[in-house]
């Protein structure tokens, strides 16, 4: 079998930088991350970023259907070179970011899987795709920078805690499952990185009552994080229709102090707090 070294050399391969181009060429840290994703023969997987491959080669020999999309063109070419023979395994040309995720679930009528080595300079773009086209995903196994996943991951009351954890963890399940050393890519990254594990949730952990409501309140409430909860509710332009006793009237109604920062509300109380909003709004107009 081909050493992820081996591919770079066949193909003469210079990464760009402007793709965020780091290949993983450590064999042991490509089985780890495939085995996280633990895929089964009916799964449809598709791979962000395919890169020279090798994960793909692992993918393919698990699952039903493998999907794997670059933006690279000298890279597709690869690909192609690579797995045209490959009865299951689809090449697709083509920005992650624009990809549609529910016509492929769609046209196998699964959920799907996604795994991948994410460029770093796309990564939470990268989640938030991934979060419009949660119903068509199962869940995610990714390898991004280690500050990301640390956000993606936290609780609340810790520095990392902010937007990107409450709007993921309102959806799904998360975990932070190794760290990879910055050795095992070439070029070596100035970053560290980690892979996380994600399942989404069949219903969001509060049932919303507008969940473009809920993703500009927890905005508006970290806007700035030193400040109070209760001030950054004032300031917030989706809330002007309330006067400051509204406001504190809908926080008791939730038992939430607006003397807290935004950054100590569990996921759970965003959640009450935008629906009670949401419903007091509703009844001031
Ligand atoms: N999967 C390979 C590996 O692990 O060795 C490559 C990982 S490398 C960090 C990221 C890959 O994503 C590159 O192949 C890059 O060309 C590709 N890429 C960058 N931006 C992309 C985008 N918007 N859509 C699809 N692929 C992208």
């Known amino acids: 079998m081909s050493t992820p070294r081996d591919i770079l050399h066949r193909y003469n391969i210079h990464p760009n930088r402007k793709w965020g181009q780091c290949f993983l060429m450590d064999i042991g840290t490509i089985n780890k991350i495939f085995q996280a994703g633990k895929i089964l023969s009916g799964d449809v997987v598709i791979e962000i970023g395919a890169g020279i491959g090798v994960l793909t080669r692992q993918l393919a020999l698990a699952a039903q259907r493998v999907i794997a999309v670059e933006i690279d063109p000298h890279l597709v070419k690869i690909l192609h070179d690579q797995f045209d023979g490959c009865p299951n395994v689809e090449i697709i040309s083509g920005d ?6 529910s016509s492929i679930s769609d046209y196998y009528k699964t959920k799907v899987k996604v795994m991948g080595n994410i460029p770093y300079n796309i990564s939470s773009p990268v989640i938030f795709h991934l979060l419009d086209f949660r119903t068509s995903i199962s869940g995610f196994t990714l390898m991004l920078q280690k500050e990301v996943v640390q956000r993606l991951v936290s609780d ?11 709007l993921l963890q ?3 399940k998360v975990d932070r499952l190794f ?7 070439f070029p070596v990254p100035k970053v560290e990185s980690s892979v996380i594990q994600s399942v989404f949730r069949e219903r969001p952990l509060v049932d919303l009552e507008d969940e473009t409501f809920f993703s500009r309140l927890v905005k508006a409430s970290f806007a700035q994080r030193r400040k109070m909860l209760i001030n950054n509710l004032k300031n917030a332009g989706l809330l002007k229709e309330f006067s400051d006793d509204d406001l504190k009237s809908a926080l008791d109604a939730v038992d939430i102090d607006g003397k807290r920062r935004g950054e100590t509300l569990s996921v759970e109380e965003f959640g009450n707090l935008s629906n009670i909003l949401k419903y007091r709004l509703t009844k001031l107009r």
């Open 96 to 101: 992650i970011l624009k990809f549609d995720f």
């Open 156 to 166: 609340p009351d810790n520095k990392n805690y902010g937007v990107p954890s409450v």
């Open 170 to 172: 309102m959806y799904a």
């Open 179 to 185: 760290n990879v050393q910055a050795g095992s890519f």
